[in-house]
C-alpha cells in the first residue's frame, strides 16, 4: 500500500527565486507491507497530522475574528528555516505600512552606510572653511552625545561658512498630513539638522491645596474665625493641614504646593539663515551663509556616531526625524546631493529588485500615506534582515513584547518568560500594523507580518486580537 500525503502551502512569496517559495509541495511516500512487516510510520503520519490540525486552528482564528470582519488585514507567517509559508491571508494585496517603513529604511542604512555616520563634508580655501550637511542627524541633538563637528567647527580659527547648496528635497515628505507640522512626530528634515530640529520646552506644573482669600481674608464662614487661624506655612510632608487645638478655636495651618515639570518638543521651520544663527550663537563665533557654493568633488569629511546606536535610536521609540535624515544620508553617499526620493531608487534598484512585490516606498518614516507594501514583501525583507544581521544584534535593535519600545506594554509572555515577539509597529489613524520576529516556545524563530488598514474599531480591539494570535503561534511552533 502506497500513501501519498501532500502538504501545500499555496501562499507565499513569489518573482524570481522567490517564486519557488509561494507553492511548497512535499510528497511522503511510505510504503506499508504485510502486516508482519509494516514500516514504523505512525510517527511520520502524527507529526503531519498535528502540523495540519494547527495551521487549520490557526486559519479557523481568522474566520471567526469578528474584529478582523471591521478592518483589512493583511498577514503572513514564515518558517524561514523551512524555507516556507506556514500561514498566509491577503499576503499579496498593498497595505500602508506606516511605520514599518523603517525596517526598509534599517535594510537601507546596513547596505549603504558604513559603520560610523557620515556627518559634515568641508573643504578648507585660505583662512576660510566652507561646510555643507550630510543630513546627520546627531548634531547637538539633545538625545545624543557627540561633539565631533562641535569640537571641530569650534577650534577652526578662520572664517566659517554654510551653505547647503547639495540639498535637493522637500523638508515635508510627500503625502504627509500637514496638519502635523506643529508635532514632534513631524520634524522637518534638512542639509543640517541641529538641536533634532526641534525646541524642547521645559513645562511646569503646580497643583497647590490652600485655603482661598478675597480681600485679604480667608473664605471663612463665620468671618470672625479669621483670627484665629495661623499665617499658613508649607506643609513639610505634603498633607494639607487645618487642625484645632483640643481646648481653644486656634487653627493650625499649612497648605501643599507640589510642583512638576516634563518636557515636550515642537519642531521648528528650517531655514539657512536660522541654521547659522544657531550655529553662531552655539559655537559663539560668527557663521555666514554662502548659498551659491558648490560641493566640490575633493572635499573632506568628518564622521560622528555609530551607525548601529542611530539604528537603534530610530526603531525602539520609532523616531520620524532619524528615519528620513537617514535616507537623505544615503543619497549623499550615493550621489552627493540629498535628496529621500533618489536614496530611495538607488536602494530598490540594488538591493530590493527581487522583493515579491514591488514597494512603493516614498519616505524614510512612514508618515506618507502614499507607501503601499505587502505582507509577503514585508516578511521577504525581514529574512533579508535576518541573513545580514547577527541574530543578538538584530533583536536587540527591535522593539520587544513586554519589555522595550512601542510594544513594551504589549504582546508580552503571559507566562512571565522573556519576550517573544520583535518586531516594529507601525500606526497611522485607522491603521495599524506589525511586523518582525516571533521565538517559539520550541525556540523555533518564525517571520511575520501584520497589516491591518482601514477600520473605524478602537486600536486595541486591533491589538488584543494579534495577540491573541501571536501567542497561539508562539505555544504551538
Not at 524561514?80 to 491577503?90: F, K, V
Not at 506606516?98 to 563634508?121: E, H, M, Q, W
Not at 572653511?129 to 545624543?144: A, E, M, Q, V
Request: hydrophobic share 35%; proline share 4%; net charge negative.
Amino acid at each position: 500500500m502506497i500513501y501519498f500525503i501532500v502538504n501545500y502551502s499555496d501562499k507565499h512569496l513569489s518573482r524570481s527565486n522567490f517564486m519557488k517559495k509561494y507553492i511548497l509541495g512535499s510528497l511522503l511516500i511510505l510504503i506499508g507491507c504485510s502486516t508482519t512487516e509494516k514500516m514504523v510510520i505512525n510517527g511520520n503520519l502524527d507529526n503531519a497530522i498535528k502540523e495540519q490540525t494547527k495551521t487549520e486552528k490557526l486559519e479557523q482564528i481568522f474566520k471567526d475574528s469578528e474584529t478582523f470582519s471591521k478592518t483589512i488585514t493583511g498577514f503572513m507567517l514564515f518558517d524561514p528555516e523551512g524555507d516556507s509559508s506556514i500561514y498566509a491571508e491577503n499576503e499579496n494585496k498593498y497595505m500602508i505600512p506606516a511605520s514599518n517603513t523603517k525596517l526598509f529604511t534599517y535594510y537601507a542604512g546596513l547596505n549603504v552606510l558604513g559603520d560610523r555616520i557620515p556627518a559634515l563634508k568641508y573643504t578648507i580655501k585660505g583662512d576660510s572653511l566652507i561646510f555643507w550637511g550630510t543630513g546627520d542627524p546627531s548634531f547637538l541633538h539633545p538625545d545624543f552625545g557627540t561633539d565631533d563637528v562641535y569640537n571641530f567647527l569650534s577650534s577652526f580659527e578662520g572664517k566659517l561658512y554654510f551653505s547647503d547648496s547639495n540639498f535637493n528635497d522637500e523638508n515635508l515628505g510627500p503625502g504627509w498630513s500637514w496638519a502635523d507640522y506643529n508635532s514632534y512626530y513631524s520634524a522637518e528634515k534638512s542639509p543640517f539638522p541641529i538641536y533634532g530640529n526641534v525646541v524642547r520646552v521645559t513645562i511646569e506644573h503646580i497643583e497647590e491645596y490652600h485655603l482661598a482669600k478675597e480681600n485679604g481674608e480667608y473664605l471663612i464662614n463665620p468671618k470672625i474665625f479669621n483670627k484665629y487661624i495661623d499665617d499658613g506655612v508649607l506643609s513639610d510632608n505634603g498633607r494639607f493641614v487645618l487642625e484645632r487645638d483640643r481646648v481653644g478655636n486656634e487653627f493650625e495651618y499649612a497648605f501643599t504646593s507640589d510642583t512638576s515639570r516634563y518636557e515636550t518638543d515642537k519642531p521648528f521651520h528650517y531655514s539657512p539663515q536660522l541654521i547659522v544663527e544657531l550655529l553662531s550663537d552655539t559655537l559663539k563665533k560668527n557663521v555666514e551663509y554662502l548659498p551659491g557654493a558648490k560641493l566640490p568633488s575633493s572635499h573632506e569629511m568628518i564622521y560622528s556616531m555609530e551607525s548601529d546606536s542611530l539604528y537603534k535610536k530610530m526603531m525602539l521609540p520609532s523616531d520620524n526625524l532619524l528615519a528620513e535624515q537617514i535616507m537623505l544620508m544615503i543619497s549623499g553617499v550615493v550621489d552627493e546631493e540629498l535628496n529621500s526620493s533618489s536614496g530611495i531608487r538607488y536602494v530598490k534598484d540594488n538591493f530590493l529588485s527581487d522583493l515579491p512585490d514591488e514597494a512603493n516606498w516614498r519616505d524614510g518614516s512612514g508618515l506618507s500615506r502614499y507607501n503601499l507594501f505587502t505582507p509577503r514583501s514585508m516578511v521577504a525583507l525581514l529574512e533579508k534582515l535576518d541573513e545580514k544581521v547577527e541574530e543578538t544584534q538584530l533583536l536587540d535593535a527591535l522593539p520587544q513584547g513586554g519589555k522595550q519600545g512601542t510594544i513594551r506594554r504589549l504582546y508580552a509572555n503571559k507566562d512571565g518568560g522573556a519576550p517573544y515577539v520583535f518586531a516594529k509597529t507601525g500606526t497611522l489613524s485607522n491603521n495599524y500594523c506589525l511586523s518582525g520576529y516571533v521565538i517559539t516556545k520550541s525556540g523555533k524563530k518564525l517571520i511575520f507580518s501584520f497589516m491591518n488598514n482601514n477600520y473605524v474599531i478602537s486600536t486595541n480591539e486591533v491589538q488584543a486580537q494579534m495577540d491573541e494570535i501571536l501567542w497561539f503561534v508562539y505555544e504551538n511552533w
